[in-house]
């Protein structure tokens, strides 16, 4: 009996040390991939290269120059910590020194390590740490680094997506950042509340533009995301603007127009901190109207009151959010901009505006050095 408990015990301690052991495998493996783990398989890999380019060098020295050396010194600034990166330079000196010794004094048409080949491999070092240096201060992944940017522009994509509506209705968004950057100070936020029947809509202008205003359209578009249908229509904008005014940045105000859309009677609010006024077609008269609500920007003074309008979307009716990258310019005016606009989206009626968004900034504001958004959403006839 006592036999089989003490291996019944045994068994039981073989398994948590095995478990013990699958749990830290696995967390280094994560680490490793995720860019928080060592680099010593990094290093240990450029560190090998280093005597083999040697090798090759002393080998054939036509086909393998000295400044074949740069080639690892230029990888480790892109994946090494600093810490490691100076190991890794040490050894390309010791490399450049054997060279030199080996093949010679400098002949004219005899392959060696001149000047010029040291000076060539230090400036990439020096580079190199720079690099490393700077990874290592802003804590950027040393092997994800790209992917980061890459997840946030995506972030920021998905954030910005327009749940689907019934049948009878057609929205869609085109964004278009300043100088041709992936990130942008523009961004839209939406959710269907009210047990799917309201549509609720936030297109928001961050100060400044590109990736100037980037970081702080994530934050806000997250916050906003998180306010949204979680506060009652009116009291959406008060609270951004609590939120927006707690950050305290130096350039921290922004523009924002809300949409409230009941998508059975077509009846909708609209919302503005500040934010240009929306443009509604009217498909009995094929006439825009300015929808222009009042409302202070956001994140200047606490307390401020923002007042809605009223209107209703009826069948073939259209209604367009836009940021003033679309139709402010500095040859003209904004209600030139507008006009413009407005001219230009007469000849999508016919199509419905199906695919009229992306259109639109190119035929309205394609080189404009500012973001630009423009949301549609149409009631079909």
């Not at 509506?165 to 085109?174: F, I, K, S």
């Amino acid at each position: 009996m006592a036999k089989g408990a003490a291996t019944d015990s045994f068994k039981a301690r073989t398994r948590r040390a095995l478990h013990r052991a699958r749990v830290a495998v696995r967390k280094s493996g994560v680490d490793y991939f995720r860019g928080d783990g060592s680099d010593w398989i990094a290093f240990a890999g450029l560190l090998l290269t280093i005597p083999a380019i040697t090798l090759a060098t002393l080998a054939t020295p036509v086909w393998c120059a000295p400044t074949a050396l740069v080639l690892p010194i230029v990888a480790g600034g892109l994946l090494l910590r600093p810490a490691s990166l100076l190991g890794l330079y040490a050894a390309a000196a010791v490399a450049l020194i054997v060279e030199s010794v080996k093949l010679g004094p400098y002949t004219e048409g005899a392959p060696t390590v001149t000047p010029g080949t040291v000076l060539t491999v230090a400036a990439c070092g020096f580079f190199g740490l720079l690099i490393a240096q700077f990874r290592a201060r802003v804590g950027v992944p040393w092997r994800r680094g790209g992917t980061m940017l890459f997840d946030l522009r995506e972030r920021i994509r998905v954030q910005s997506a327009l749940p689907r509506l019934p049948g009878a209705w057609h929205r869609e968004m085109a964004l278009r950042p300043a100088g041709g950057q992936s990130f942008s100070g523009d961004f839209v936020v939406a959710a269907r509340t009210n047990g799917g029947r309201t549509l609720e809509v936030v297109l928001t202008d961050v100060s400044g533009k590109g990736m100037d205003a980037a970081s702080r359209a994530l934050l806000l578009s997250g916050a906003f995301g998180g306010l949204l249908g979680s506060l009652p229509p009116h009291g959406f904008l008060p609270a951004a603007n609590g939120y927006l005014l707690r950050q305290d940045w130096d350039e921290g105000f922004a523009t924002s127009i809300h949409l409230v859309l009941d998508l059975e009677s077509g009846d909708y609010e609209l919302l503005s901190a500040g934010h240009l006024p929306a443009l509604q077609l009217h498909a009995g008269s094929g006439r825009w109207e300015e929808m222009d609500a009042e409302g202070p920007l956001l994140g200047v003074y606490d307390g401020a009151e923002f007042h809605p309008v009223k209107g209703t979307l009826r069948p073939g009716d259209v209604l367009m959010l836009f940021t003033d990258g679309l139709v402010e310019a500095a040859d003209r005016d904004i209600a030139e901009g507008i006009d413009r606009l407005t001219g230009e989206a007469d000849r999508y009626v016919a199509t419905g505006f199906e695919g009229a968004a992306w259109h639109l900034i190119e035929a309205c504001a394609k080189d404009v050095n500012d973001d630009r958004a423009l949301l549609l959403i149409s009631r079909r006839a």
